[in-house]
């Protein structure tokens, strides 16, 4: 076998591996399976193309970034390395040249979207191309918990047992849950070597800010960098496109880049990015998935990132050289509900939703970090000890003080009314406002009702923000966003524990402008709720989503909350067929439960004649023993009250005519009581 430092040298240019890589590259060519957790920059790609050089056959990386491929397919052909790649970015004539080199044997390495694996003839023409060796780059994407979830990757471990061979994951960012996943779905369970080399990227300056005038923000960041590659991430398409705009009229060398754009405009931006100096790319997160460029300087979020994994894939873009880079963040109570409502729209199982707000919950941590945050980004991937005095909390400490006060009667309100509100509420009874919904559920009788008048909305808002933070409340999916608590709100409710908060944060909250909502803060994560169950009835049906409801009848429902059919039955845009095909399934998303009546009943939801059914449906309840109690049972079926109700009958002997004679004489005079009550 060739040594690797000869091939490292000849073939990479390199004196020396970097930290970490020896160990690896020797499991990886000794034929082990392998888990690499390796820093972004850290020179994952090393440890699987210098084995597969020195291993013979092909190795088939299988890897969801195309704009990656092409890169090293590009580093390794012009080193000499026989390589290709089959990726939805080909072109037919790229395509037929990989081909044709796989069947005359040239190949050494062959790089794969996993897409291609749900083809059975790609996995037959892998089995006859002497297949030794599989690495699977960003490994991560098997996790269904974790934050990048790839279907196509579930295919990965039955091909492994298919061509007998051994598998060498690689990924930069996978908790321990993340980890033991990775190791059931592609090692079968069986614990590969492992190396955990750490996420620390020390050469990488972080810092956050709260928006305030974030277009400013942003220019004035990339101003201080000005001639130098960078990266701003945004949460919308739309943004991407003004911001870039901007930029360019600042004097900046500037282009967007999201997903609704033309494959081929997107290879340009990705094809200029690569070769130009100094070039910004203002992108949605669509960009940047395996962008290999070395001396990217900065990395900018004009947005929230959906999670500190996100955000730390996202920001190990840069510095890749191990030259100094530098990010900024900014973040707002916007972004917030936005990434709440994300998750609650999702098709995910509560327990998935509930992971997931831990998540955005955790970057909140970060984001309302009170020390280092270095340490905070890092503890949370399980790793403690760690030096930074490089960023901005370490070289500005912020301003704290002790909050357990105001936190405990923030959660003292969450208790006292059963978990079952939204912070909107939970400030109304803190600051004492009065509201039709206070006084409907009495809350203006608590103990915590007006408490919290020492500070104002927006202050209280940002005490539950670094609440969320601390995790010591989440979102509950499965009740409409009420805030419920966890175990590590305890301590402080029972005053067995002190927090501390930031008090710059709390001085700096200020209403500000806020984006036009569909409907109030606390509904909001109901017509989450019922959009998430509108899309799955829909992709179960194969319809469009409006084809069920459209988003005017769901926001109807959201603020007028029906609790039975004859309520969801005047709902604008529910008629008798959605009502029958579609009113149990709403209601119980509304209500958690739903009432089951029977479908005489069901027919009658909405109409006067209903009320007429319930009445006289009660008052047979009253007398199904007769006068005394002491009768015989009897009773009436559903489909002979729905006649009354519908014939209403004006004498005993219409009403004979539709009962009979006995259950007339028990009835016949209530019931019509009843009808003469109603009309």
């Given at each position: 076998m060739i040594c690797p430092k000869t091939l490292l040298r000849e073939i990479f240019g390199f004196d020396e591996f970097r930290p970490g890589q020896r160990d690896i590259v020797d499991a990886v060519s000794d034929g082990e399976n392998v888990l690499a957790i390796m820093p972004t920059g850290g020179g994952k790609s090393l440890c699987f193309q210098l084995p597969a050089l020195m291993r013979g056959g092909l190795t088939v990386v299988i890897s969801p970034l195309i704009a990656l491929m092409r890169d090293q397919v590009r580093g390794l052909q012009a080193a000499g390395v026989a390589a290709g790649a089959l990726t939805s970015g080909n072109t037919q004539e790229e395509t037929d040249?990989?081909?044709?080199?796989?069947?005359?044997?040239?190949?050494?390495?062959?790089?794969?979207?996993?897409?291609?694996?749900?083809?059975s003839a790609m996995q037959s023409a892998l089995r006859r191309y002497n297949v030794t060796s599989l690495a699977v780059d960003e490994a991560h994407c098997v996790s269904q918990w974790g934050h990048d979830f790839r279907p196509d990757?579930?295919?990965?471990?039955?091909?492994?047992?298919?061509?007998?061979?051994?598998?060498?994951?690689?990924?930069?960012?996978?908790?321990?849950?993340?980890r033991q996943e990775i190791t059931e779905r592609l090692f079968d369970g069986a614990a590969p070597r492992a190396f955990l080399h750490g996420f620390d990227r020390p050469n990488i300056h972080l810092s956050f800010a709260a928006k305030d005038n974030p277009r400013h923000q942003i220019m004035e960041f990339a101003n201080q960098r000005k001639g130098q590659s960078g990266i701003v991430y945004?949460?919308?398409?739309?943004?991407?496109?003004?911001?870039?705009?901007?930029?360019?009229?600042?004097?900046?060398?500037?282009c967007y880049y999201h997903g609704g754009m033309n494959a081929e405009y997107r290879r340009v931006v990705e094809n200029r990015f690569a070769v130009e100096d100094g070039l910004i790319v203002v992108a949605t997160v669509a960009f940047g998935m395996g962008v290999d460029k070395p001396d990217i300087r900065w990395v900018a979020h004009a947005d929230l990132p959906k999670s500190i994994e996100s955000y730390y894939q996202e920001i190990g873009r840069a510095g890749r050289d191990g030259g100094p880079a530098e990010t900024l963040t900014l973040y707002g109570a916007d972004d917030i509900r936005l990434r709440r409502t994300q998750i609650d729209e999702g098709l995910a199982p509560v327990e998935r939703k509930s992971a997931d707000h831990?998540?955005?919950?955790?970057?909140?941590?970060?984001?309302?970090?009170?020390?280092?945050?270095?340490?905070?980004?890092?503890g949370y991937f399980g790793e403690s000890n760690v030096e930074c005095k490089h960023c901005d909390l370490c070289e500005t400490p912020p301003e704290t003080f002790d909050g357990t006060e105001s936190v405990r009667k923030a959660l003292s309100a969450i208790l006292r009314t059963n978990q079952y509100f939204g912070a909107g509420h939970l400030i109304d009874i803190l600051l004492g406002n009065e509201t039709d919904k206070t006084r409907s559920h009495?809350?203006?009788?608590?103990?915590?009702?007006?408490?919290?008048?020492?500070?104002?909305?927006?202050?209280?808002q940002a005490v539950f923000r670094q609440m969320m933070g601390y995790d010591l409340v989440r979102p509950d999916s499965?009740?409409?966003?009420?805030?419920?608590?966890?175990?590590?709100?305890?301590?402080?409710?029972?005053?067995?524990?002190r927090i501390t908060l930031r008090m710059d944060t709390i001085k700096a909250a200020k209403s500000g402008s806020r984006v036009k909502m569909l409907v109030s803060e606390e509904d909001a994560p109901l017509l989450s709720a019922l959009k998430a169950k509108r899309r799955g009835?829909?992709?179960?049906?194969?319809?469009?989503?409006?084809?069920?409801?459209?988003?005017?009848?769901?926001?109807d429902m959201a603020q007028r909350r029906p609790t039975n059919l004859d309520e969801m039955?005047?709902?604008?845009?529910?008629?008798?067929?959605k009502l029958e095909s579609y009113g149990d399934i709403f209601l119980e998303v509304i209500n958690g439960e739903v009432e089951r009546v029977h479908p005489n009943r069901r027919k009658l939801a909405g109409d006067k004649d209903g009320v007429l059914y319930d009445l006289l449906l009660e008052a047979q309840s009253e007398l199904s023993r007769g006068l005394t109690g002491l009768d015989k049972p009897l009773s009436c079926s559903a489909s002979l009250l729905a006649k009354i109700s519908k014939r209403k009958p004006r004498s005993l002997n219409e009403i004979s005519q539709i009962l009979g004679e006995q259950k007339t004489e028990r009835f016949g005079a209530a019931f019509l009581d009843v009808l003469v009550q109603v009309h």
């Open positions: 040249a990989v081909f044709s080199d796989l069947n005359a044997g040239k190949l050494r390495l062959l790089y794969l979207a996993p897409e291609r694996l749900a083809s990757y579930l295919r990965i471990g039955e091909l492994r047992r298919s061509l007998g061979v051994p598998l060498a994951a690689f990924t930069a960012t996978a908790d321990e849950e993340t945004c949460g919308t398409r739309a943004k991407t496109e003004t911001l870039s705009k901007a930029l360019k009229e600042a004097g900046h060398s500037t831990g998540r955005l919950n955790a970057l909140l941590g970060l984001a309302e970090a009170l020390e280092c945050r270095r340490r905070t980004l890092l009495g809350h203006e009788t608590l103990p915590t009702f007006g408490v919290g008048k020492d500070l104002s909305r927006v202050k209280w499965a009740r409409n966003g009420a805030l419920c608590m966890t175990e590590h709100a305890l301590p402080i409710l029972r005053n067995q524990q009835l829909a992709e179960t049906a194969g319809v469009p989503a409006y084809i069920v409801f459209n988003d005017k009848t769901l926001i039955a005047v709902i604008n845009g529910v008629g008798a067929k």
